[in-house]
């Protein structure tokens, strides 16, 4: 498939931004711009972030699979990430997980039937006392998740796909 010009120029402004000998710091941004493209990153796609950037394929897959904000396999169009980490758990981020798991029909790491969504357990996302929080797709943060604002979310999230 490959990148767009529009991504590789995106890609080139974050490369800009270091010396050209440290083009490997860039790796992060290239990451998240070619995830915005593809919806997550395939071995090819990694690959061609490398070569891009000019780094070994095994130091992007490192990258990738390391943080918890990369893709590296299909997901459903939104991915929701639940703090589970103990600040949150402890104020109703174990319970909004059981929440949606019961909602979605589905467990962490699983997407819904109909390719929607994909729910993960994410990782501190700096918010502890606007718990439970939850992330859609890595951009959106939703503080104070009670289960009728769950509700909304997914509502929301269901009805911009009939547009």
């Known amino acids: ?5 529009l991504a ?12 050209a ?3 490997q710091s860039a790796v992060m941004a290239a990451l998240a711009i070619a995830q915005d493209e593809t919806s997550w990153l395939s071995p090819e796609v990694m690959q061609e ?9 095994v ?17 459903g169009k939104y991915k929701i990430s639940v703090c589970t980490n103990l600040p949150c758990a402890l104020s109703g981020g174990e319970r909004a997980a059981h929440f949606l798991k019961k ?9 819904s039937n109909d390719d929607l969504f994909t ?9 502890c006392g606007d718990a ?24 929301e999230l269901r009805e911009a796909e009939k547009k």
């Open 21 to 23: 000998d440290q083009r």
């Open 103 to 111: 909602k979605l029909g589905i467990s962490f790491k699983e997407t």
């Open 119 to 127: 729910l993960v357990e994410g990782e501190c996302m700096g918010a």
């Open 1 to 5: 498939m490959g990148l767009s010009d």
């Open 8 to 19: 590789l120029k995106k890609i080139d402004r974050e490369l800009a931004k270091f010396p």
């Open 59 to 75: 130091a992007v897959q490192e990258v990738a699979t390391f943080y918890n904000m990369y893709n590296t396999a299909p997901t």
């Open 49 to 57: 972030v490398a070569a891009y950037i000019g780094m070994p394929p």
């Open 132 to 155: 439970p929080v939850m992330l859609v797709n890595n951009k959106r943060m939703c503080s104070f998740m009670s289960d009728s604002k769950i509700d909304a979310l997914i509502t």
